[in-house]
């Protein structure tokens, strides 16, 4: 597993032990390793999100995942599924986290961009989010 994939997984970890579901505040639980489009989902109800978690301050823009899944499920007429984005960081004062709920990003607000030839998965398309500073949010944790 790599660096990425266990920041990412502890993450989740760290959402479903901190943060109940946002629409019926039950318990939320993370999904298999590899799912398509999401990460966590509650339950007692039907909802899910992707969770992404940056080691930074808030920051408008963050990096997505895999592109090809993404456009097939907005090209057969699905939203963006909403979004958690955990913020962790450390500065003079100590350590701060935030985390934020996105209920809905629109497809203006997803990136495309192609990794390059000498990345581990060359030449593999992705997306960042982006604009989530214009974006409505709902803090769920402020540390």
């Known amino acids: ?13 760290d ?35 992707q969770v992404k978690t940056n080691q930074s301050k808030p920051k408008p823009i963050i990096f997505g995942a895999g592109w090809e899944i993404m456009d097939k499920v907005l090209k057969s007429g699905f939203i963006t599924p909403a979004l958690i984005a955990n913020f962790k960081w450390k500065d003079k004062e100590g350590n701060h986290q935030e985390i934020r709920f996105y209920p809905f990003v629109p497809k203006t607000h997803l990136k495309k ?31």
């Open 1 to 13: 597993m790599s660096k990425n994939q266990e920041n990412g997984r502890a993450g989740e970890l």
């Open 15 to 49: 959402v479903v032990e901190n943060v109940p579901c946002p629409n019926c505040a039950k318990k939320l639980m993370i999904l298999p390793p590899n799912y398509p489009l999401y990460d966590v989902q509650c339950t007692g109800c039907s909802f899910r999100a």
């Open 113 to 143: 961009h192609k990794l390059s030839e000498t990345a581990r998965r060359a030449n593999y398309w992705m997306f960042n989010y982006i604009g989530l500073d214009k974006l409505p949010y709902f803090v769920l944790l402020k540390k």
